[in-house]
Nanobody
Framework: VQLVESGGGLVQPGGSLRLSCAAS????????MSWYRQAPGKERELVGG????????NYADSVKGRFTISRDNGKNMVYLQMNSLKPEDTAVYFC???????????WGQGTQVTVSS
């Protein structure tokens, strides 16, 4: 099982980034996919999630209206489009997969997002 995030980096406030997560080793279309983030000295928090078919999403209040999660089950990919970025969005962003018959829970290694002028 692998979840590999990419697309992080340094961006100015107000800018945009698109994170990608490539999944392999499990039945991707059967898993709920989520993005979490962890800022220095803080606990990991849920950014948002997307249903198995992609028809339903949910977001933390802090990112609602600015971030969009999408998935491509044909490519085993999930994305996090981040717009109007703020310094407080600075964190390591993690891809998460939950599902399967045994309710497995998989994590990626994370990608750093830094919002700073």
């Amino acid at each position: 099982v692998q979840l590999v995030e990419s697309g992080g980096g340094l961006v100015q406030p107000g800018g945009s980034l698109r994170l990608s997560c490539a999944a392999s080793g499990f039945t991707f279309s059967s898993f709920i996919m989520s993005w979490y983030r962890q800022a220095p000295g803080k606990e990991r928090e849920l950014v948002g999630g997307i249903s198995t078919g992609g028809g339903s999403t949910n977001y933390a209040d802090s990112v609602k209206g600015r971030f969009t999660i999408s998935r491509d089950n044909g490519k085993n990919m999930v994305y996090l489009q981040m717009n109007s970025l703020k310094p407080e969005d600075t964190a390591v962003y993690f891809c998460n997969a939950k599902g399967g018959l045994l309710l497995k829970n998989y994590w990626g290694q994370g990608t750093q997002v830094t919002v700073s002028s």
